[in-house]
């Protein structure tokens, strides 16, 4: 009997502890949810336990748990009680009304920026001054010549010439001249006047010598001698032969000679020879 008791003595702590290293299943989840409730209780009073490992009879806690601890803390020490203990969580349909509604923010900034901007004023045009003409108005066709033509031409009487035409286009005007009609005293190059009468091989009646606007071919013609060294060129147009380029070389040989000393010096004038000379010797004087 006694044997049997010390027997079992000495088995039952054996037994025990062959027991307590015989892990049951599940044992270390209640031992971590011991832990946490522990933790929770003491709410933060105590030792700080290591945040990235604990122990409690050798049993190791996730680093997710401590870290849950600090934030737990940190809530509990710096922030209202009755915002610790309330629970945010929007769901699915909260995060997309938060969604919409940034987005509707965004839009009216952006509109809102949009219509602030300072926009460019147009440039006002400013008006294109008209030019006007000081000088009166006149007409852009100008008025037309009529000369007198009297003699031996087919169509005597008035004619109307262009401004600018000579006493040949009057000629021509009237029918051209008669046959065996000379017209050698006529200057068929001299540009007409408006209002002149040309006389076309019958002489010049005297009292028309005079008149400015009176040129004839007739014998009374070379009864009127123009003065080589008082004619103007114009007047020296209406000699026979004598156009404005032999006109101008007169005027220029008397310039440069003070005057003419005799008829004779025409033939030191260039362009005049023999010819033309022997027409005009009776028409000039000095």
């Given at each position: ?163 600018g035409d000579r ?76 156009g404005p380029v ?41």
């Amino acid at each position: 009997m006694a044997e049997f008791s010390r027997a079992h003595t000495a088995s039952a702590p054996a037994a025990h502890q062959g027991g307590a290293d015989e892990e049951t299943p599940g044992q270390p989840d209640a031992r971590q949810r011991l832990l946490t409730l522990m933790d929770r209780a003491r709410g933060g009073e105590g030792e700080q336990c290591d945040s990235d490992t604990m122990t409690a009879a050798g049993g190791p806690v996730s680093t997710s748990l401590a870290r849950a601890g600090v934030v737990q803390r940190f809530a509990r020490r710096w922030l209202p009680e009755s915002w610790h203990r309330s629970r945010v969580d929007p769901g699915r349909l909260g995060f997309v009304g938060l969604a919409l509604a940034a987005v509707v923010v965004a839009i009216v900034v952006g509109v809102t920026t949009w219509s602030e901007r300072p926009s460019a004023e147009p440039v006002p045009l400013l008006p294109t001054p008209v030019a006007t003409s000081s000088s009166p108005s006149t007409s852009a066709t100008p008025e037309k010549l009529v000369v007198s033509i009297v003699g031996r031409v087919h169509e005597p009487g008035l004619v109307t010439v262009e401004p600018g035409d000579r006493v040949a286009d009057a000629l021509q005007a009237a029918g051209g001249r008669l046959p065996g009609t000379d017209v050698v005293a006529l200057n068929l190059a001299r540009k007409l006047s408006d209002g002149e009468q040309l006389y076309v091989g019958v002489p010049v009646p005297p009292e028309a010598q005079d008149s400015a606007g009176t040129a004839g071919s007739g014998p009374a013609a070379s009864d009127r001698k123009i003065d080589l060294n008082s004619a103007s060129r114009e007047e020296l147009e209406e000699l026979p032969g004598v156009g404005p380029v032999t006109a101008g070389r007169i005027v220029q040989w008397r310039s440069e000679h003070d005057r003419f000393d005799g008829v004779e010096q025409l033939r030191e004038v260039s362009g005049i020879g023999e010819v033309r000379f022997s027409r005009l010797q009776d028409l000039v004087r000095v």
